[in-house]
């Protein structure tokens, strides 16, 4: 953990996160590198160091998989999966280095659309939610 001069922490490393949150080392890299449900940052060494935002969403992302894994209809299974991926996808486009105006431009259209995706998909949850009257 990295911390701040009040000894609050303001980064933790993998072995932290994975005690903290029950998800393996592995499965964090795995959900970092397919879904990019997080961007943790990068130590000097080149090690994880996730935010209390990172650590807050990844709880969420397990918090609803864990929910909808108890649900018979899988539908809002990949459609959280979407949501996160989407998630990230505006993350990056967000954050991308572009190397040119014309490249910047691209990123801003796509970064754009991937939010109205991830629109359009939380409302698609929202009503299977209300349909298959799940609790949350």
């Known amino acids: 953990m990295t911390e701040q001069a009040n000894d ?3 980064h ?32 000097p ?20 998989a ?7 209809c899988e539908c809002p299974k990949h459609l959280a999966e ?8 505006e993350r990056y486009g967000a954050e991308c280095e572009s190397r040119s105006p014309r490249d910047a431009a691209l990123h801003a259209s ?3 659309t991937a939010s109205q995706a991830r629109h359009m998909i939380e409302g698609a949850l929202d009503h299977v939610i209300e349909i298959e009257d799940i609790k949350l």
Do not use: C, N
């Open 8 to 10: 609050a922490p303001t």
């Open 12 to 43: 933790y490393r993998i072995g932290a996160v994975s005690r903290m949150t029950g998800i393996s080392a592995d499965a964090l890299r795995i959900w970092e590198r397919r879904y990019a449900a997080v961007s943790p940052q990068r130590s």
């Open 45 to 64: 060494g080149g090690g994880r160091l996730y935010s209390p935002q990172d650590l807050a969403r990844l709880r969420l992302i397990q918090q609803l």
């Open 66 to 72: 864990a929910l909808f894994s108890a649900v018979k």
């Open 82 to 89: 979407l949501i996160a991926s989407l998630s990230g996808f």
């Open 110 to 112: 796509l970064h754009a």
